[in-house]
């Protein structure tokens, strides 16, 4: 079974920064995609931002300008790196990932079990 584990959330300010790790293990021949989603409170999970292998990302528009996704592929980790936090980003963030857990398989999707983030003051 691949697992998806995330860290670094936590409590911040208005205005302030955090930046979150997923670290990807188990049966893994290849990872397509990597990133985040969240989910508020009375909300549906909605995405945050992606990075495929390619080197291609996805941003949610309301994160563009504020928030960096990257990658260390020989790792398996992906990050969020957040700044200017709002109150409106308090969620819980998932890891995701779309990747192959061996040659010719196809490309299943996974995910963390989330990290809090509190963006309150």
């Known amino acids: 079974q691949v697992q998806l584990v995330e860290s670094g959330g936590g409590l911040v300010q208005p205005g302030g920064s955090l930046r979150l790790s997923c670290a990807a293990s188990g049966s893994i021949f290849g990872i397509y995609s990597m990133g985040w989603y969240r989910q508020a409170p009375g909300n549906r999970r909605e995405l945050v931002a992606t990075?495929?292998?390619?080197?291609?990302?996805d941003y949610a528009d309301f994160v563009k300008g504020r928030f960096t996704v990257s990658r260390d592929n020989a790792k398996s980790m992906v990050y969020l790196q957040m700044n200017s936090l709002k109150p409106d980003d308090t969620a819980v963030y998932y890891c995701y990932a779309k990747l192959r857990t061996e040659l010719g398989s196809p490309r299943y999707d996974f995910w963390g079990q989330g990290t809090q983030v509190t963006v309150s003051s």
């Open positions: 990075k495929a292998a390619s080197g291609s990302t």
